[in-house]
């Protein structure tokens, strides 16, 4: 498997008029946004590691949740605490903190694609930024059904907790594809990442490191139900 590896967790692009505009007068938002630059070098460092170590291996693909923005440390969210409960695996994490749906199809597919390995497990947990913003949303179901038909057979996919109707939506599309078989689901309309009371990092958006607790639970229990050993 390659060793050279300089994906970047980072989205390129300037955070929205929203958060800067919190940012400047919110101490807890700009608390959680300067993680980003900091978790996204961590990640790298830890990628970079995996790809040079042996073991199964786990390609998560996602948004800031699944860098781990919020959390007391990059390996505190979902993914970090997922992995601990699965000793011997490596993780690529190719998330990407602001990603959208678009952002896996255009760069997260392409770089899992050039890692040089089949992966044994992948993850999938996107949608929120592109159900937030009524801007993406016109291209959001396309984007959305290209992206479950080209991700690796057996993805285990979270879907939305949101009961909106965008929401419903997204998650009906990916009901439909873990009909076909072609994807696993990580069933996060559960109480456990519906209510957030206690649970939210500090900008009231992303999660804590509790927060984060909720969904790798969910996460394990759909490994589990497909066979892999997780504590």
Known sequence: MTTRF????????????????????????????????????????????????????????????????????????????????????????????????????????????????????????????DLMNPRYRPTLPADHVELLERLPAGTVVGNQPGTYAAALAFNAQIDEAVATGTVRLAELRDPRTRHWKGKLAADHFHPNDRGYAGIADIFAEALRARGHDVR
């Open 6 to 129: 300089e994906f970047s967790n980072l989205s390129g692009r300037p955070p929205g008029q929203f958060v800067s505009l919190a940012s400047r007068f919110s101490r807890g938002v700009r608390s959680v946004q300067e993680q980003t630059v900091p978790y996204a070098d961590a990640w790298l460092r830890d990628n970079i590691a995996a790809l040079q170590a042996e073991g199964p291996l786990w390609v998560a693909l996602g948004d800031s949740m699944t860098v781990g923005i919020g959390a007391s440390t990059h390996r505190r969210g979902w993914v970090g605490q997922l992995a601990a409960r699965k000793p011997g695996w490596r993780v690529v994490n190719l998330g990407i903190s602001g990603g959208r749906v678009r952002d896996v199809l255009d760069r997260q597919l392409p770089a899992l694609e050039g890692l040089g390995a089949v992966p044994d497990l992948v993850t999938l947990l996107v949608g929120n930024n």
